[in-house]
């Protein structure tokens, strides 16, 4: 993958107390289309599953009574009511390009749906079937994508992660569909009323890092960053301007978003004499970016995208590489139940990868499914608007409580929770280390920002 990454905040590292950052990219849901009520529970290969059999060997069952984002775990799973008409959810998620692909997004969506209708009755008792659409970098697609989720009757969109919503965005924006994105990733998504993240997005990683440089003694940054819209006005709008609040010194560093050779950028950082430096890629750049961090000797703090802590990336990158580097969530570190049903949901209801970036699908997916639940009345794009929109302080699955009423973020209305923590991994095996003194209060550090 190119330096168009755009997974700013596109993990919540590892499970807390584990030392195996493994543990978030269980095996996720077959390539499917369509989740429905009589979904065949299987458990995939690779990572062993956490759900103990207890009483009818379900999920739910396995951690009934435990408190998790939605009140308490139920004893006993139950089904949707397959006679009654499904919920139409409709999922746009970008796969299949080298500029970035994003499949255990969907996958993790998937997953989420297909526990939704086996163990938690359905939203309402009713099934949510999910209409899936694919675009692979291109504008033409993603509006074609839009256009089938309004000839298919969904009444909501999950967004996976799409670079090319510009696309589709007007015509979701046109027929009153939401969009809840588990990444907003252009500016378009940002700026629009219409458009429901749990996320902070790169604007929210960016802010956190700045933050957490400047309260560990950094008097100076800096700060590179894809020269692409999205990234540079978080970089340059917001990241910035909160440095120079805090009385940072800044140095910018853009770089064309199709690079791959990352060394003259880590380079021109450090030569700039910076405390603290930030480069925001993931995928394939996430190996050489800790590899010349560490080969270069810089001493200072290092911070970069939590979707480079994924356990087939840090696989590949010795301890004493990746121990130095600090990486955002927006999950936490405690013992989560959260967490633990992410993992044994994923690897009850999926046979391919969802961990990494998959975390942001699955909170998407929980959050509208309560969002839906909840409604008294008929289900329709209006009213899971209008549902959103009255959330303050609303819970949401492995992350921060939201407020959707567009002013978390002054100028991006669709950044519900863009609130951050920040974490290490070890040098050798123990837990991750949380680096941050718990939430970094983004909402407060861009407040008069526009």
């Not at 994003?102 to 209409?131: D, K, Q, V």
């Not at 696309?167 to 569909?177: A, R």
């Not at 070890?426 to 209060?441: L, N």
Request: net charge negative; aromatic share 6%.
């Amino acid at each position: 993958m190119t330096a168009l990454a755009v997974a700013g905040a596109c993990t919540e590292g590892p499970i807390p107390g584990s030392a195996d950052t493994a543990t978030t990219t269980t095996q996720a849901r077959a390539e499917s289309t369509i989740v429905d009520a009589d979904v065949t529970t299987t458990s995939s290969g690779g990572l062993p599953s956490t759900t103990a059999v207890a009483d009818d060997g379900s999920v739910v069952a396995a951690h009934a009574g435990r408190a998790w984002a939605f009140g308490v775990v139920p004893a006993l799973a139950t089904p949707a009511d397959s006679s009654a008409d499904p919920i139409v959810v409709g999922v746009i998620n970008q796969e299949n390009t080298p500029i970035g692909s994003f499949p255990e997004i969907r996958r993790a969506m998937e997953a989420a749906t297909a526990w939704i209708n086996a163990e938690l009755g359905g939203a309402g008792g009713r099934p949510i079937r999910l209409e899936t659409c694919i675009t692979s970098f291109s504008v033409e697609q993603s509006q074609a994508c839009a256009q089938q989720m309004v000839q298919a009757g969904a009444v909501a969109v999950l967004s996976g992660i799409d670079i090319t919503a510009t696309g589709s965005l007007p015509v979701l924006e046109q027929n009153g569909i939401p969009l809840v994105s588990s990444l907003p990733t252009t500016l378009a998504e940002l700026r629009s009323a219409n458009v429901f993240s749990f996320s902070g997005s790169i604007t929210g990683a960016y802010v956190a890092f700045v933050a957490d440089a400047h309260a560990k003694g950094a008097r100076s940054i800096a700060i590179a960053y894809g020269d692409f819209e999205s990234f540079s006005v978080p970089a340059t709008d917001y990241a910035a301007r909160v440095a120079e609040s805090l009385g940072m010194t800044v140095t910018l560093i853009p770089f064309p978003i199709t690079t791959t050779d990352f060394l003259p950028i880590v380079t021109t950082a450090i030569n700039s004499g910076a405390d603290a430096i930030t480069v925001a890629a993931a995928d394939s750049a996430c190996l050489p970016l800790m590899t010349s961090i560490h080969d270069l000797g810089y001493e200072g703090r290092a911070y970069i995208v939590g979707a480079c802590a994924a356990a087939e990336i840090i696989a590949q990158v010795p301890d004493e590489v990746q121990a130095p580097i600090i990486f955002n969530s927006e999950g936490t570190f405690d013992a989560s139940t959260d967490g633990d049903l992410f993992v044994a949901v994923t690897d009850r209801y999926a046979d391919a990868a969802a961990g990494g970036a998959g975390t942001i699908g699955f909170r998407a997916a929980m959050n509208l499914w309560a969002v839906l639940d909840r409604i008294d009345g008929v289900i329709t794009p209006e009213s899971i608007a209008a549902e959103l929109r009255a959330g303050k302080d609303a819970p949401s699955f492995w992350g921060h409580p939201y407020t959707c009423d567009g002013q978390q973020v002054p100028g991006f209305p669709a950044l519900c929770s863009p609130q951050a923590t920040l974490f290490r991994l070890p040098d050798d095996v123990g837990a991750v280390v949380q680096e941050s003194d718990g939430w970094i209060d983004v909402p407060a550090l861009v407040a008069g920002l526009a």
